[in-house]
């Protein structure tokens, strides 16, 4: 008996250290998964590549911004201040300047291709004036899709390269379109324009769905994307400066040009299109960028646009939305303020560009706040990335709408008005931190696709603003009650679209983002994919 307790009690001890053996063999295995795991996650990298690509994307945008705004100024420079607005649309009759009588060309070769003084100024009403600042619309829409395939399909660098430089040649040419031309020759080069640079917004978000981690999204695409701003600050005062000089007008179009041009060449000796791509980029930082978007960045290898997939998101729709808000109101702040300044405010031409540029050099530093602000809110999980996006444009809208109402009642006071323009700006931007980034958190691969779909659907209905402005603006163009229609018409696309998204609006990545491996069809060569 003793025997046999013996042995149950040496069969129990046996099974007893077994148990352990195991149990510790387990803690070891998980304990040495966890050091791999730790060892292989990636790390956050310093200063790198990614910057730089992102400060050459806010040159590439800031140049594009200062040519896109700076008609609005320009006009006022063109146009002979004693015209009558009522006007039909078709006299573009052309004058000297008063104190001089000589006809342009008769003192040399340079004045006749306008170098050199007297410059002609013309008598466009405000409508035509409205259609030329619209144009830009008309063709900055046409391209916005098959740009969006293109930046897919060839990355950015090629494609904002040539833009940069058709931009830069039509820019040059736009004086002698004007003066041996037509208003009608200035709205088509100002189609090419924007043909050319409806590349810049898809190709942009295609490069940072490749270089933007989700924890530097907001502050890597907010300084990119801040060239908006500071090339309107530089853009609107510099056009003032040179239209005063002895440059004169066609001055302008020939630096932007000369910039256009330069700009292209910095990029296609500097830019990559992916860190697969980029020939200086540590190792340890192309880990960091791929891992964190699950990408590989393989070379000659391009995701197949699940389209109907795509065109089902509710979130695209929503993002739409809210940009043909931004649009609206981005077209009326950056056309109309420079003419309300000229028609209502009565400020001279420098002083206008200066006056008009000053809310956007605001809206260029507050830029840095809200980007770290909602970086911040992602990274200590205080909100999701959902909530994040739809509080950035709410921070937005609703400050920026309640402005421009303020702006269409308030006593037109130059202290009064410009003080209204800045706080509208300074919170404006806070909206691009909510749906411009959006495609980026919905679908990284695909980002420059959507992009695509809703700025040529924004454009299609935002490039009525100047339009509506000139149709409102028809019966008398200094007249404040008018303008406060204007005001009023932008108040309320801010409100209403900023509803819109909050509602059904999300930053959910979404499954198609991503399409099953080792399926024929999901990766197409160049050759073989169609562009649409």
């Known amino acids: 008996m003793s025997n046999l307790e013996n042995g149950k009690k040496y069969q129990k001890d046996l099974l007893h250290s077994e148990i352990d053996a195991e149990r510790k063999s387990r803690d070891v295995v998980e304990k040495n998964e966890a050091q791999i795991t730790l060892c292989d996650k990636p790390k956050q990298i310093g200063y790198g590549c990614r910057h730089q690509q992102a400060a050459l994307l806010f040159v590439c945008l800031m140049v594009a911004y200062s040519m896109r705004t700076c008609m609005g100024v320009a006009l006022v420079a ?21 104190n001089n009588q000589t006809e342009i060309g008769s003192v040399g070769l340079l004045n006749g291709i306008l170098f050199t003084e007297p410059y002609p100024t013309f008598r466009w009403n405000k ?43 039509v820019s040059f040419c736009t004086p002698w ?17 924007g043909l050319s640079q409806s590349c810049f917004i898809p190709g942009m978000h295609t490069a940072f769905g490749k270089w933007a981690p989700l924890e530097e999204r907001g502050r890597l695409s907010a300084f990119a994307y801040g060239g908006q701003a500071l090339g309107t600050v530089l853009g609107l005062p510099i056009t003032g400066f040179i ?47 791929e891992e964190a978007l699950g990408q590989t960045g393989s070379r000659g290898k391009h995701l197949k646009v699940p389209w109907k997939k795509l065109l089902r998101c509710k979130a695209l729709y929503a993002i739409v939305v809210a940009h043909i808000g931004q649009t609206w109101g981005q077209l009326t702040l950056y056309t109309e303020v420079p003419a309300f300044m000229d028609k209502v405010m009565r400020v001279n031409i420098k002083a206008n560009g200066l006056l008009t540029a000053l ?13 770290w602000f909602t970086d911040m809110l992602i990274v200590k999980k205080w909100l999701s990335v959902t909530n994040t996006r739809k509080l950035a444009h709410s921070l937005g809208c609703i400050p920026a709408a309640v402005g421009l109402i303020s702006l269409a009642y308030v006593k037109k006071d130059i202290v009064v ?32 696709t959507m992009m695509s779909i809703s700025n040529a659907v ?8 100047p339009v509506v402005a000139g149709f409102l603006l028809a019966e008398d163009v200094t007249s404040e009650f008018l303008w406060r229609k204007v005001f009023l018409v932008a108040a309320g696309f801010y409100i209403v679209t900023d509803l819109v998204y909050v509602a059904i609006g999300s930053a959910e990545l979404q499954e198609w983002n991503t399409p099953k491996e080792d399926t024929k069809g999901n990766i197409a060569n160049d050759e073989q994919k169609p562009m649409l």
């Not at 031309?181 to 709205?187: A, H, N, T």
């Not at 809310?359 to 980007?371: A, E, R």
């Not at 003080?419 to 495609?439: M, Q, R």
């Not at 924004?458 to 603003?465: D, I």
């Open 78 to 98: 063109m146009v002979h201040s004693h015209h009558d607005s009522n006007s039909d649309i078709s006299n573009s009759t052309i004058d000297i300047p008063e």
């Open 127 to 169: 409508t035509t004036q409205d259609y030329m600042l619209a144009a830009f619309s008309w063709g900055y829409m046409i391209l916005q899709i098959p740009a969006g395939q293109i930046a897919h399909r060839y990355g950015t660098r090629y494609l904002l390269t040539g833009a940069l430089v058709i931009n830069g040649v």
């Open 177 to 193: 379109a004007a003066f041996y031309g037509s208003w009608v020759f200035v709205v088509i080069l100002r189609m090419i324009q």
């Open 243 to 289: 239209a005063a000089s002895p440059l004169g007008w066609p001055g302008i179009f020939r630096f932007y040009g000369f910039l256009s041009l330069s700009v292209g060449a910095v990029l296609w000796f500097f830019g990559a299109d992916s860190p697969a791509q980029h020939p200086r980029i540590s190792v340890a930082e192309r880990r960091y960028i």
């Open 359 to 371: 809310p956007f050099l605001v809206m260029w530093f507050t830029n840095f706040f809200f980007s």
């Open 417 to 448: 008005v410009e003080t209204i323009l800045v706080l509208t700006c300074a919170f404006k931007i806070a909206a691009h931190l909510g749906w411009h980034v959006n495609h980026i958190d919905l679908a990284p691969n695909f980002a420059g």
């Open 458 to 465: 924004s454009n299609l209905v935002g490039s009525l603003a």
